[in-house]
């Protein structure tokens, strides 16, 4: 990682999805809509809600503390927490700040990213510079969506695609040769309309009129995110290999944002990525947002499929328009030398 005096990786996983399990057989009492309908366009089968108590900061603090147990650390072992989200709590305080207060790590600063779905490769990136240069010795990323919130359960367009969850990274030294190798990201302001939430900030504030009109939900013209994402993720894998000397041929595991299985395919066919190579479990959890890629990764690893010194890619695409990729060679060495 260019101008960073030692290396940097992740020393601990975790994730967190809620109990309640909505399924593609009860959207179809819902609104007009099939299984096989959304199977075909999407791979989605199921996807997770949170309960009527449970908000962004509460998945983000299980996820966490599963993390920092994953470590073998405390909360108060972490000096930054980075909370990539769509859907924070309220406007403000940060979800980070709440998070900080509900794992106990007392006197850690904290702050929001948003980067859409994109959201964990961002966060990714900032806190990788930070341990990397020394300001900190760990940060925790965590990425945390609760979509249910600005979903129309009306529109059966985008209803069938989301879920909810969490899922962190603890970040931290790990040997020399290991960890983060690149990074790249991008964003275009220009496409911001192709994918939104129009109504609740300060542009368009609150009132009778955005609510009757249903502008306080995830508005997305569909095709066009579509053609975006694939785009994106080939580019900036590509751009991120460029960084370390690699091509698509050296990645040994592709974890790619879980949009939509079709998306996922279309990037490995043009990366000439085997799909046994490429992680997905978009069809047990549907799009979860900057949640995707850690819980992806999370799962992979618990099922093996994460080996010692492996060339493993997260790459992401969501409003903005941002996208983004990293690479990591894995070091199982911060768990062994416990």
């Not at 909370?83 to 924070?88: D, E, F, K, N």
């Not at 995707?292 to 060339?311: L, N, T, Y």
Request: aromatic share 6%; charged share 20%; proline share 4%.
């Amino acid at each position: 990682m260019t101008g960073n005096p030692r290396a940097v990786g992740i020393i601990g996983l975790g994730s967190c999805v809620p109990e309640r399990v909505l399924t593609n057989a009860d959207l179809e009492r819902m609104v007009d809509t099939t299984d096989e309908w959304i199977r075909t366009r999407t791979g989605i089968r199921e996807r997770r809600i949170a309960a009527d108590h449970e908000a962004t900061s509460d998945l983000a603090a299980a996820a966490a503390q599963r993390a920092l147990a994953d470590a073998g650390l405390a909360a108060t072992d972490v000096d930054l927490i980075l909370v990539a989200t769509l859907t924070p709590d309220m406007a403000f305080p940060a979800t980070a700040n709440l998070v900080q207060h509900h794992i106990g790590a007392r006197a850690v600063p904290g702050f929001d990213l948003s980067a859409g779905c994109s959201g964990f490769v961002y966060g990714l990136t900032v806190g990788a510079q930070l341990v990397g240069t020394g300001l900190y010795q760990r940060v925790l990323v965590i990425g945390a969506d609760v979509l249910s919130r600005i979903t129309d359960w009306t529109d059966r367009s985008t209803c069938v695609l989301f879920g909810d969850g969490a899922g962190a990274a603890v970040l931290g030294s790990v040997p020399a040769g290991s960890g983060f190798l690149a990074f790249a990201l991008g964003g275009d302001g220009a496409g911001a309309e192709l994918l939104n939430l129009p109504a609740g900030g300060s542009r368009r504030p609150a009132t009778a009129d955005t609510v009757g009109h249903h502008l306080h939900f995830i508005r997305m013209q569909g095709n066009e995110v579509f053609k975006f994402g694939v785009r994106a993720m080939v580019d900036a894998t590509i751009e991120a290999l460029g960084k370390c000397g690699l091509t698509p041929r050296d990645i040994d595991l592709l974890v790619p944002h879980q949009a939509n299985i079709r998306i996922m395919d279309a990037a490995a066919r043009r990366l000439e990525i085997p799909l046994d190579r490429v992680f997905a479990n978009v069809d047990r959890f549907g799009n979860t947002s900057a949640a995707s890629v850690p819980i992806a990764f999370d799962q992979a690893r618990r099922e093996g499929r994460v080996k010692e010194g492996a060339i493993i890619v997260f790459v992401g695409f969501g409003a903005g328009l941002t996208w983004g990729a990293t690479v990591l060679r894995w070091s199982e060495a911060p768990w062994k030398d416990r």
